[in-house]
């Protein structure tokens, strides 16, 4: 009997297991679930003013999420994403506010810088064959110094929306009459798109995969892997500077020094969504669903009473969550 | 006969401590399938990856189609048709069967990958060798044996004109054997030229033309295969005796008593309802291929992995093994197929890894008593004839098997009962290995008692005074080793669900 009632325990725990494997849709019905509960516990949540907040906060998530998918496609991990977003939006501002460079030029270095820092993660990671944990660490160290001194230690802005050059906002949010409308949203589906598509039926994408899924397999087949796993990191970089505009377009003030802990909510959405820190498996759609369940996680819980400390707690409890998820699936594959 | 299409001459290649290839010669014909055999060691497998440039050899030439050449790595070897088929493989889990056989060379349309093309090619390739599978379905989710087709089909679609095959019937099931034997010899009707290597005799038979023996690294001789006898191959291979014969029968008495007995062990999907007893002064052989859940039952009995359910029995007492340490106080010891993994600390002295598992004895007080550790260390140094210049010596700086002595040394200080050795003599030369040997039928003179996994057939049966056969996580079967044969065991080991 006893043994009956064992060998039944690992059935549901099988049938758990392959759930999560269709984890995508858990995913969303835990979204869906975690908004009506907010609505419910809070009458000021449910309001256009919320959606707008969620969907303000969602652009820059987005794009550093997008981008670490790619290196934790290749088995890796950045976590220079979040303090170098930051960085490079700082040095873009400096760009246009102290010296008055156009808002045009601003960005495009915030992107370059982004690329340079992704190159250097790359150049670490794919041929000095550090941890990427540690040279990424250390990269992020170094993007968080960067970001004070060439600011001089000050706060700044980009220029305001009303400002005669403050046309960039609206790539992000347009005012229509007296309501305000989620344009980024238009940016945030073209990058899920472009970037699915890079990922599943290109070169690029393919061997980020292989690699990920056993590099030797992949070298041994003739793939340039030292390339490939370099780009991995070029396209996290990319999408760090993108991240670094859609923050300056959301954000009134950007403070030297700030930006540390972004990554996690950014890997945390990667890993909710099925991307394995293991390499191999995951998808951008997964990423994006994973960065909206933190999106509203992130905005519901101050309506509820949990202000900052509790949300970095909570946030934490989340990854160790589907960090083991993660290793439950990547077992029961092995 | 067909002509020379490859021609390997004077190849010379040493690694640190061991001359792997000394002078060896190679001759490979097209339309014929070339058996390239010798006991594990003998350079089979090096010889083949400096053929395709995974290796740079030291001295020697290769001529391929009549001009020399030398490889710089595997890919530019197969777009020049050399190409080889793993004996591990070498796939990408997480891709489609199509994508893992069109890796590095993807059919484009523009600049998107042709998904839809490459699962008509593989399809294709599928069909002109008559397997069946579908290329859309994901490599990990595969059965060894299918993703062994994968990876020949693979090495065709390469459009190559040399195919190795290395030990490419490790892990089939004998109908999986039957399949891939019908494609090498399509193959060879296509003036494809191949090597073969192999342990077993009656698929050497079966399938080759010619017998290239290989032994320690050096080149003794070839043979026709239909002209020569089975017992002619083994003695080129063999050469000098330094083997006992195989045990013709048991040593233990049938009324020994029962030292570890294991109830319906169940870990994961490599272990389901295991069973067997273990008798005291016995060695007991745990055979199988590669995958059939021998290491994974030996760990889970050892407390290494979790197991979901079972019960053990230690002379006639039931215990409870949640842990390594609950199994080292039970008096087993374990010995890893993995050494350098698990089995020693190669950075640390012979007298630091003797003494690590016994912590306790050596203490006096809070220090490590240094003097007492060296003491026990030379015992066992000599006991085992380690050949070591000092007790002080880093193990990395010691041969295969003498390390492997060291992690002996280790379990002995525990004065462990039940000795599991797995996989006791992988990656040792022939002279340490019959030292091992040796070591261990005095080991159960003592009144120990050993379970010896073991992937070399010749070993389970000069070995074992008792035979389990495992396959795919199952016991499929238990033989006295007075009816144990080759063909018995691999009968029972490819006794698949």
């Given at each position: 009997m ?18 999560i ?30 959606i707008?907040?969620?969907m303000d ?6 794009f550093?999420?997008?981008?670490v ?14 303090t170098?977003?930051?960085?490079y ?10 010296l008055?460079?156009p808002v ?11 690329m ?6 790359g ?17 992020m ?7 004070s ?27 229509v ?10 940016w945030i ?14 070169k690029p ?9 056993n ?12 390339k490939w796993h ?7 970089g990319f999408f ?10 959301t954000?009134?003030?950007?403070t030297?020094?700030?930006?540390a ?17 293991y ?17 509203i ?9 949990l202000?900052?400390?509790?949300q970095q707690?909570i946030i934490?409890?989340?990854l160790?969550?589907a ?7 990547t077992?029961?594959?092995a | ?5 490859l021609t390997m ?11 792997a290839?000394d ?6 014909r ?5 058996a390239?055999m010798?006991?594990?060691g003998a350079?089979k ?7 395709t ?9 290769i ?6 050449v030398e490889?710089e ?9 050399v ?8 796939m ?7 994508q ?17 093309k ?11 060798l008559?397997?069946?599978i ?14 062994q087709m ?9 459009d190559a004109?040399?195919?190795?095959f290395?030990?490419p019937?490790a ?20 003036q494809i ?6 342990h077993?005799m009656?698929?050497?038979?079966a399938?080759?033309?010619r ?6 690294g ?9 002209d ?11 050469g000098?005796?330094?083997?006992e014969?195989?045990k ?17 062990l169940?870990a994961?999907k490599m272990?389901?309802n295991?069973s ?7 060695i007991?052989?745990f055979?199988?291929l ?30 409870d ?8 106080k ?6 890893s197929?993995?050494?350098k ?6 950075a640390k ?18 220090f ?11 015992q066992?140094?000599k006991?085992l004839k ?30 462990c ?6 996989e ?6 022939v ?8 070591l261990m ?15 070399e ?7 074992s005074?008792?035979?389990i ?16 044969t080759?063909?018995?065991i691999m009968?029972?080991a490819t006794?698949?669900?």
């Amino acid at each position: 009997m006893a043994d009956n009632k064992k060998k039944s325990n690992a059935l549901t725990n099988n049938a758990l297991v392959k759930k999560i494997g269709g984890q995508q849709l858990v995913v969303i019905l835990v979204m869906i679930a975690l908004f009506i509960f907010f609505c419910v516990a809070s009458e000021s949540f449910g309001q256009y003013s919320t959606i707008v907040s969620i969907m303000d906060f969602s652009y820059y998530v987005t794009f550093i999420a997008i981008g670490v998918t790619f290196a934790l496609m290749t088995g890796g991990n950045d976590l220079s994403i979040g303090t170098g977003m930051v960085c490079y939006s700082l040095i873009g501002g400096f760009l246009i506010s102290k010296l008055g460079l156009p808002v045009g030029v601003g960005m495009i270095v915030t992107i370059l810088c982004g690329m340079l820092m992704g190159t250097l993660n790359g150049f670490l990671v794919a041929v000095l064959e550090l941890p990427p944990f540690i040279a990424t660490l250390c990269t992020m160290m170094i993007v968080r110094g960067l970001g004070s001194i060439i600011t001089g230690g000050v706060s700044l802005s980009w220029p305001a929306a009303d400002a005669a050059n403050g046309w960039f906002r609206s790539f992000f949010k347009m005012t229509v009459g007296n309501t305000k409308v989620p344009v980024g949203v238009v940016w945030i589906i073209l990058a899920v798109i472009i970037m699915s598509i890079i990922l599943t039926k290109t070169k690029p994408g393919r061997y980020i995969i292989a690699i990920g899924s056993n590099k030797e397999a992949a070298r041994l087949s003739g793939v340039n892997v030292i390339k490939w796993h370099m780009l991995a990191y070029i396209i996290c970089g990319f999408f760090t500077g993108l991240a670094g505009i859609a923050y300056a377009g959301t954000f009134q003030t950007l403070t030297p020094g700030t930006g540390a802990g972004l990554e996690l909510d950014a890997i945390c959405a990667a890993i909710i969504g099925g991307t394995s820190m293991y390499g191999g498996q995951g998808t951008i759609v997964g990423t994006l669903i994973g960065v909206f369940l933190m999106c509203i996680l992130k905005t519901g819980l101050p309506y509820i009473g949990l202000q900052a400390n509790w949300q970095q707690i909570i946030i934490g409890m989340v990854l160790i969550l589907a960090v083991l998820m993660d290793v439950l699936r990547t077992k029961k594959r092995a | 006969m067909g002509e020379v299409i490859l021609t390997m001459k004077g190849i010379d290649k040493s690694f640190p401590g061991v001359h792997a290839l000394d002078h060896v010669d190679l001759e490979i014909r097209k339309g014929e399938v070339l058996a390239l055999m010798g006991e594990n060691g003998a350079g089979k497998s090096t010889l083949m990856k400096v053929l395709t440039g995974i290796y740079k050899k030291d001295e020697g030439t290769i001529t391929y189609e009549g001009k020399e050449v030398e490889f710089e790595n595997p890919s530019a070897a197969q777009d020049a048709g050399v190409v080889i088929v793993h004996q591990e493989l070498n796939m990408l889990s997480h891709l489609t069967v199509a994508q893992n056989i069109f890796i590095g060379r993807e059919i484009m349309k523009g600049k998107l990958i042709d998904d839809e093309k490459m699962n008509e090619e593989a399809k294709k390739l599928f069909d002109k060798l008559n397997i069946e599978i579908d290329p859309k379905e994901i490599m990990g989710n595969l059965t060894v044996g299918k993703q062994q087709m994968c990876e020949i089909a693979k090495a065709i679609s390469h459009d190559a004109k040399v195919i190795i095959f290395d030990e490419p019937s490790a892990a089939l099931t004998e109908a999986e054997i039957e399949e891939l034997f019908k494609i090498i010899r399509d193959l060879r009707d296509k003036q494809i030229g191949m090597v073969y290597i192999s342990h077993r005799m009656d698929e050497i038979k079966a399938i080759t033309d010619r017998v290239t023996v290989m032994r320690d690294g050096t080149y003794v001789g070839t043979l026709i295969t239909k002209d020569s006898t089975k017992d002619d191959i083994i003695n080129m291979m063999v050469g000098r005796v330094i083997y006992e014969d195989p045990k013709t029968e048991s040593a233990v008495p049938k009324d020994a008593p029962v030292v570890l007995k294991v109830e319906n062990l169940n870990a994961g999907k490599m272990v389901r309802n295991v069973s067997f007893e273990l008798r005291k002064g016995e060695i007991l052989g745990f055979s199988g291929l590669m995958g059939a859940g021998r290491t994974e039952t030996m760990r889970a009995l050892f407390g290494a992995d979790e197991k979901d359910s079972g019960d053990v029995y230690i002379n006639g007492k039931k215990v409870d093994i949640k842990c390594p340490q609950d199994a080292v106080k039970e008096g087993i010891g374990y010995l890893s197929e993995d050494r350098k993994r698990y089995g020693i600390v190669v950075a640390k002295s012979v007298a630091e890894n003797t003494s690590m598992a016994t912590m306790e004895n050596f203490m006096n007080g809070l220090f490590i008593n240094k003097k007492k550790e060296e003491e026990v260390s030379w015992q066992h140094v000599k006991a085992l004839k380690t050949k070591t210049p000092t007790v002080e010596t880093e193990v990395v700086n010691l041969s295969g098997g003498n390390q492997q002595k060291v992690v002996i040394a280790k379990w002995l200080t525990r004065d462990c009962d039940i000795l599991i050795f797995d996989e006791p003599t992988r990656g040792i030369d022939v002279g340490a290995k019959s030292e091992i040997y040796t070591l261990m039928n005095e080991l159960v003179a003592q009144g120990k008692s050993i379970i010896m996994v073991s992937s070399e057939m010749t070993e389970v049966l000069r070995m074992s005074d008792r035979v389990i056969v495992m396959c795919e996580g199952r016991k499929t079967g238990e033989l006295d080793i007075s009816e144990a044969t080759q063909e018995s065991i691999m009968h029972l080991a490819t006794q698949r669900d």
